[in-house]
């Protein structure tokens, strides 16, 4: 029901990316994983997947959020989302919030 946590079965999408797309692919991704964001975006940079990704639509889920209100906001605040996407496009990744 609504409010109610439902868990999938999920993929490392850092592995899927480097197993899937070559330096000469364009990918764009759009992204919307309800405020995993912030743990899946530093993920993807540390794992050094980004020069396969030219260009990113991500929505960023704030404190304005209902799965980023406190006391789940730590960190989730959009001086934090602005921080993200500027590391992305210092790494070469054409970094829009998007939503």
């Keep these: 029901g609504e409010g109610v ?15 899937t797309v070559s330096l000469g692919d364009f990918v764009v991704v759009k992204m919307d ?3 995993t964001e912030y743990q899946l975006l530093p993920h993807l940079l540390k794992t050094g997947v980004l020069p396969l990704i030219d260009e990113m639509f991500i929505e960023m889920h704030t404190d304005i959020n209902s799965c980023c209100r406190p006391p789940n906001d730590k960190g989730k605040h959009y001086v934090d989302a ?5 590391e992305y496009r210092r790494a070469g990744v054409y970094a829009h919030i998007w939503g």
């Design 5 to 19: 946590p439902q868990f999938r079965e999920g993929i490392d999408i850092a592995d899927f990316i480097r197993r």
């Design 33 to 35: 994983v309800e405020g």
């Design 82 to 86: 602005k921080r993200i996407l500027n």
